[in-house]
Structures are given as C-alpha cells and as structure tokens.
C-alpha cells in the first residue's frame, strides 16, 4: 500500500483535533485505539514518504552488517 502526503495530512489532523478515525485519500477507514497507536503510524508514513523522495533509481542496494557472534 503506498501512502501520500495527503494521508499524512488528514492523520496529523486526527491527532490535533483528538479524533482516533482517519479516512485516508483511497477511501480505507483507520480507527486506532489510542493516541500512541495514531503517532506510530504517522512515523510509518512518513518514514514511506521519505524514503520515495530520497529513491534515486530503481535498485536499492542496502548494506547489511554480518556479526560473527550469529546475531
């Protein structure tokens, strides 16, 4: 599911007006059960958005730390 900067929108107006519901741009309703729940899924989102305008092609390489312990 990609999100865009209009879901981030009407969540951050969830969390300012106290409303737990959140009616997304494709029409998806999101009720949350607490304001933690609504501030995590704000980081979700934005962090998705982040990572789209920082894409620079089509291959993401990511490097990966190999521990010896097995960790």
């Known amino acids: 599911m990609s999100y865009q900067q209009s879901d981030l929108d009407r969540l951050n ?4 007006s106290g409303v737990r519901s959140v009616t997304f741009a494709d029409g998806r309703r999101t009720e949350y059960q607490s304001l933690d729940q609504l501030l995590a899924a704000k980081k979700v989102i934005e962090s ?5 305008s920082t894409a ?4 993401v390489r990511r490097r990966v730390p190999f521990y010896r312990s097995g960790l």
């Open 13 to 16: 107006q969830a969390i300012a």
């Open 48 to 52: 998705e958005l982040l990572m789209k």
């Open 56 to 59: 620079k092609s089509a291959v």
